[in-house]
């Protein structure tokens, strides 16, 4: 079993609920203000790497992305 660790807009958490749920996966939510809210050192460094390694062309666009899921 993997943990992911993502930062989504409010307005979009109520679609990924709802995909993590047809996945059967478990989720757990905690805001930012959340006193629970603790970013892991080694999720830090992961990040800063893939920031240094990921070229633009990877990317893709969050509605591209929705497409990609929904039709899985």
């Known amino acids: 079993m993997s943990t992911v660790v ?3 807009d409010d307005s ?3 679609a990924l ?3 993590v749920r047809e996945a059967k996966a478990k989720m757990r939510v905690i ?3 959340d006193e629970n809210f603790v970013i892991p050192q080694w999720h830090k460094e992961e990040t800063l790497q ?3 390694t990921t070229k633009q ?3 893709v666009p969050w ?3 929705k497409k990609q899921l929904k039709s899985k």
Do not use: M
């Open 6 to 8: 993502i930062n989504i």
């Open 12 to 14: 979009e958490l109520s």
């Open 17 to 19: 609920k709802k995909f």
């Open 31 to 33: 805001k930012e203000d």
């Open 50 to 52: 893939r920031l240094k």
């Open 57 to 59: 062309a990877d990317f």
């Open 63 to 65: 509605a591209t992305a």
